[in-house]
């Protein structure tokens, strides 16, 4: 999808929330604006998407769903801050990273494993000395983590992805926290998608019997256990899974977490 398309159906949502640009980058020679959604609340729900530009079906769904989004966090009085699109020149092309090929994900945090030795993630089970807000990386990176890091933590954040590696039609998640609080919403994507439950889905990671895996990687869902945030996620739908049952999906974790947020926090 043409970029300045998806900014129009963006700004379309004027009416329904507060629309600001936090930032613009240019790349191949052409300058993307960079948006936040903001609608206010007693408590506050951070939606993150669209950091890999071959996975369209966060940034869709927020940009289709975005007035039944609102309704739904309103009637729960949660706030809601949404980056519907962080990586605006990959969308644009389908291409994972941005069009200077540089990776988006992750970069939130450095991890100090020994006096002097920092790593951007950390292995399974791997102690460290402390940790840091990361101040480089790429662009959108960096222009994402800078407005997030303005505000006060959050009661919950949900990060929006896509899986383009496995090749069936398929769900699971990387979560913080009580795992409870998650596996209502597994169970109710099961009804759209088939979870991965105790299989591997990369050389790293593997997810358990709920469909979920914990990994500490330095992404913006790390950045925000770091910070204290209660309930924190990164929701993974294969891209061999139909839109439509993406869509589903997404909307059954972002009501959910919308409820999380309800139940108290920041």
Not at 137 to 154: H, L, M, N, Q, Y
Not at 155 to 172: E, F, M
Not at 185 to 198: D, L, W
């Amino acid at each position: 999808m043409d970029y300045t398309d998806y900014a129009r159906r963006i700004l379309s949502h004027g009416a329904l929330a507060e629309v600001a640009e936090y930032g613009r980058v240019l790349e191949a020679g052409k300058e993307y604006p960079l948006f936040r959604l903001t609608v206010p609340g007693s408590r506050w729900l951070v939606i993150t998407s669209g950091f890999h530009g071959e996975e369209p079906a966060g940034p869709l769904t927020l940009a289709e769903s975005f007035a039944e989004v609102v309704a739904y966090a309103r009637a729960r009085d949660v706030g809601l801050r949404v980056y519907p699109c962080i990586n605006p020149s990959g969308f644009e092309v389908g291409t994972r990273y941005n069009r200077s090929g540089e990776r988006p994900n992750n970069d939130f945090l450095r991890y100090e494993v020994s006096p002097g030795t920092w790593k951007g993630e950390l292995s399974r089970g791997e102690s460290f000395l402390r940790w840091t807000l990361y101040d480089g990386g790429p662009k959108e990176t960096r222009a994402v983590r800078a407005d997030i890091d303005r505000f006060p933590p959050p009661a919950a954040a949900l990060d929006i992805h896509q899986d383009n590696y496995l090749g069936t039609p398929a769900t699971y998640a990387y979560t913080f926290g009580d795992k409870a609080a998650y596996r209502p919403m597994m169970e109710a994507a099961s009804a759209h998608v088939s979870v991965i439950r105790n299989q591997k889905v990369d050389e790293n990671n593997h997810t358990d019997g709920d469909g979920l895996i914990e990994s500490h990687d330095g992404s913006v869902t790390d950045y925000f256990l770091r910070k204290g945030v209660p309930y924190a996620a990164a929701l993974e739908t294969t891209t061999r899974t139909p839109l439509a049952s993406c869509h589903a999906v997404n909307l059954i974790w972002i009501r959910g977490f919308i409820d999380l947020a309800a139940r108290g926090g920041t």
